[in-house]
């Protein structure tokens, strides 16, 4: 009777183990994240088809960049299409949590809020979040921009970054909340603001691509990194594309593509 008992206390044990093992690959037993992309045969990605060179517009009107082409990669390992989905970055959480989209791939920084309220890829890239002046500007410092005008992108991280500086913050004579970084770019272009908050990242290849005869600031506001926004939950979906990444990084795809669109391997994918 004894030994009968303690099988019992056994299996029960390794049930026990069996599922939460389980569970831990795909968030809990619910988990079909993964499985809801496979069946309908595509991955819906969305994205500001304005922020280059990580996903934006070429001559020919085509959505390209550097988080596309990983994207694409991505999905070829996980056996499905990718459908690329422009969005207002504003509603980015509403789209995704709507299932109007499956992720969010497309320079999207980490931070508090995010991580809150959507589950998160692996960080792949980091950031910096920096002001942009043009070349003949008197603004050289942070300092420098005590009763300036301000622009940045609505929705975005830059926002974050002027919050995080309240002295600052306090000092700007106007903050202007675009629509786009490339809006904010116009904007500095006409003189109608004195600088841009925004991604480093973006700045400087923005500034090559086109010539530009705008300065970034070797100041930043703060530190970012970039990741793959899931809708919160979708943990099987996050681990299949962590896997894609980290066997596209292996076999050096991914510093294939870095170096495409920034001239070397930026990443960080291990």
Known sequence: MKSHKILILLLTALFILVTFAACGQSGNASDQSLKYIQEKGKLILGLDDAFPPMGFRDDDN????????VA?????????????????WEAKEQELTTKNIDCIWNGFSVNEEREKNMTLSNPYMDNNMVLVVRAD???KTLADMKDKKLALQAGSTALDALNSKADFKAGLKEVAQLDDNLQ???????KSVDA????SIFANYYIAKNNKAFVVLSESLSTEEYAVGFRKGDV???NAVDKALKELAKDGTIAQISAKWFGKDITKVK
């Open 236 to 238: 099987a979906l996050k």
């Open 196 to 199: 841009v908050l925004m991604d």
């Open 72 to 88: 694409k990669a991505v999905c070829q390992k996980l056996g499905v299409e990718l459908v690329l989905q422009p969005i207002d």
């Open 137 to 139: 500007s008197n603004i």
């Open 184 to 190: 904010a770019l116009l904007n500095l272009d006409t």
């Open 62 to 69: 085509n959505i390209v960049g550097f988080d596309v082409d």
